[in-house]
């Protein structure tokens, strides 16, 4: 009896082993990290979690995204290094820590150069944005989709900002490119590079009067705890670029680049319907918090328009003539209702 029980045994384990040889190594599951500046209550940390989601219903469960906000990970620089080295798998924000090297990336800094959000999402689906994927990808870097973070504005805690001559003095925090810093100071502030990182508490103890950026990128940031006036001037649109890196993204089958792929298009999506509904709603929010809310009348904003001209013209070279030329020509097809 015992012995028939035993072989009994033996054999449901030897068909268990089959059983699993014969289904094969189950897949290794793909972790990788998410990280950007953003904190957990702005938009594009929502985007990033539908990201992480969708990824992981695209590559049928293969990759797993971790989102990092709130510059976690570090900050935008060293997140774009550590994703060009492999050592981060995606980074979502702004590409300007690369201008020196793709010179491309300098055209989102040029002044004034789009009236709406429709004039930008056309240029962020259209060629011009592609062909700066095409120019990253040497860095280690590959382009997944363009997205938003919203038209530019000034903030500072001095004085309202409502014509020319209120900028002069002012010592602003602006982003580390050469096209900023030379917009800024030609405008009469005095232009301060800094990791955004480092902006709150420098505006807390005042060693820096004011910075500018998104409505909902200030709000998120908390700039109504340190600044006292906003100045709509909507001089510049920055959008960002959800990248992978190029070693990390070589391991993937092609089945699963694509589900990536369509799982970044889809949050950068998302992304944009959240900033255009907060953006209609921040401006209240602003003034609740006791910020002083102005708008720049046109004669004044057409003043700065023509004392920053010399600084498109001269970046218009080093960037490429006819890829800007390229650039205005899609935002000119978009205005003319093509």
């Not at 056309?122 to 040497?138: T, Y």
């Not at 900028?167 to 810093?181: D, F, Q, T």
């Not at 009348?297 to 920053?308: D, K, N, W, Y």
Request: charged content about 20%; overall charge neutral; proline content about 6%.
């Amino acid at each position: 009896m015992k012995s028939h029980l035993g072989m009994r045994v033996a054999y449901a384990a030897l068909f268990a082993a089959t059983a699993l040889f014969a289904a094969g190594p189950a897949s290794a599951e793909i972790k990788a990290k998410i990280g950007h500046a953003m904190p957990d209550s702005h938009p594009q940390a929502a985007a990033m979690i539908k990201f992480a989601e969708l990824v992981g219903t695209y590559t049928n469960g293969n990759v797993k995204v971790q989102p990092y906000h709130g510059a976690v990970l570090g900050s935008d620089e060293k997140q774009l290094q550590a994703t060009q080295a492999g050592t981060q798998e995606f980074y979502i924000g702004t590409l300007a820590p690369l201008s020196t090297r793709v010179k491309e990336v300098q055209v989102w800094d040029l002044p004034f150069m789009f009236q709406n959000t429709k004039e930008v999402y056309a240029v962020l689906d259209g060629p011009s944005s592609k062909k700066i994927f095409e120019k990253i990808e040497p860095t280690g870097l590959v382009g997944l989709t363009w997205t938003g973070m919203g038209f530019r504005n000034l903030s500072n805690s001095r004085h309202p900002v409502t014509k020319l001559d209120d900028i002069s003095g002012l010592k602003l925090r602006v982003m580390a490119n050469p096209v900023a810093l030379d917009t800024w100071k030609t405008i009469g502030a005095n232009a301060t590079p800094m990791p955004f990182s480092e902006v709150f508490p420098a505006l807390e103890v005042k060693a820096i009067d004011g910075q500018e950026n998104p409505l909902l990128h200030m709000y998120a940031n908390k700039m109504q705890e340190v600044q006292k006036y906003i100045s709509l001037t909507n001089h510049v649109y920055t959008p960002v670029a959800l990248v992978a890196s190029k070693k990390f993204w070589d391991k993937l089958t092609p089945a699963e680049q694509d589900g990536v792929r369509k799982a970044a298009v889809e949050a950068g999506l998302l992304q944009r319907q959240l900033l255009d509904a907060g953006d209609r709603e921040v401006i209240g929010k602003f003034k609740e918090a006791g910020v002083e809310v102005d708008a720049v009348p046109p004669e004044q904003l057409a003043r700065i328009q023509e004392q920053v001209k010399p600084v498109v013209a001269k970046f218009k070279g080093q960037i490429g003539d006819e890829f800007v030329d390229g650039f205005y020509a899609e935002i000119a097809k978009v205005r003319a209702g093509n």
